[in-house]
């Protein structure tokens, strides 16, 4: 079983639409981060959010932390080919005194000019 | 480049060999985490190590697989007697200090290792 469960695991939208991406689970992290992976290449940061019902923006990208600390959402606002990429969330578990980061099952988004 | 550097990008291996796969962390960090992305999965934490230190290997198989991170140079994940099922990208990502979790951990591009 995943911990962090992503949905939804494809998408294809038209340059210009919006989407939201999400990210749940049944357990309670002390952060979480959001990374873009392409292929061949490591995961690149995008942010990290540690407090419940936190809001971080990067541009079109609109990140938001559950109240509970349990899931996540990424929001992207007028959709570019360059959005294109796997979208991942990671967690580290709260209170089990490790760092090591769980992550979710990915987003493969494709956005078409 | 300051970023996480792993090396080699690729290597292939036969079975039964030893694959030794390195990564140095970016500048000003001290804690390195290991991860394995295995074909159409998503990323599983392996081992996380400070200095001379092995802290959580709790996601290591107990059998073939080691890790180290000397005083000097760069970690490095050992795998003796690889089988085809080794076959993966593995990632390593390092952070300033543990913080409890909260300091984000910053990933190379991967040595993706084949069996033969």
């Known amino acids: 079983t995943q911990l962090l469960e992503q949905s939804p695991q494809f998408l294809s939208i038209q340059e210009g639409e919006n989407l939201t991406v999400y990210c749940n689970s049944s357990?309670?992290?002390?952060?979480l981060q959001w990374y873009r992976q392409e292929p061949g290449e490591g995961p690149v940061l995008l942010v990290t959010?540690?407090?419940?019902?936190e809001v971080k923006k990067l541009k079109r990208l609109t990140f938001q932390f559950g109240d509970a600390r349990k899931d996540s959402s990424l929001h992207i606002t007028a959709a570019q080919p360059g959005d294109t990429g796997l979208y991942l969330c990671?967690?580290?578990?709260?209170?089990?005194?490790?760092?090591?980061?769980?992550f979710g099952t990915g987003t493969r988004l494709t956005v078409i000019p | 480049n300051a970023g996480v550097m792993q090396n080699p990008r690729h290597l292939v291996r036969r079975r039964g060999q030893e694959a030794r796969l390195r990564c140095s962390p970016m500048?000003?960090?001290?804690?390195v985490y290991w991860y394995r992305q295995l074909p159409e999965e998503g990323l599983k934490f392996m081992v996380y190590?400070?200095?001379?230190?092995?802290?959580?290997e709790s996601g290591m198989p107990k059998e073939r697989f080691s890790a180290e991170f000397p005083k000097e140079g760069p970690s490095i994940l050992r795998i003796q007697q690889v089988v085809r099922g080794d076959s993966a990208a593995y990632f390593c990502?390092?952070?300033?200090?543990?913080?409890?979790?909260?300091?984000?951990?910053?990933f190379g591009d991967g040595t993706r290792l084949s069996i033969l």
């Open positions: 990502a390092s952070s300033p200090i543990s913080g409890w979790g909260n300091q984000p951990q910053h």
């Open positions: 357990s309670v992290f002390s952060s």
């Open positions: 959010v540690v407090t419940g019902g």
């Open positions: 990671a967690g580290v578990k709260e209170r089990t005194g490790a760092n090591n980061l769980f």
């Open positions: 500048k000003g960090h001290s804690h």
């Open positions: 190590l400070q200095k001379e230190n092995i802290i959580d």
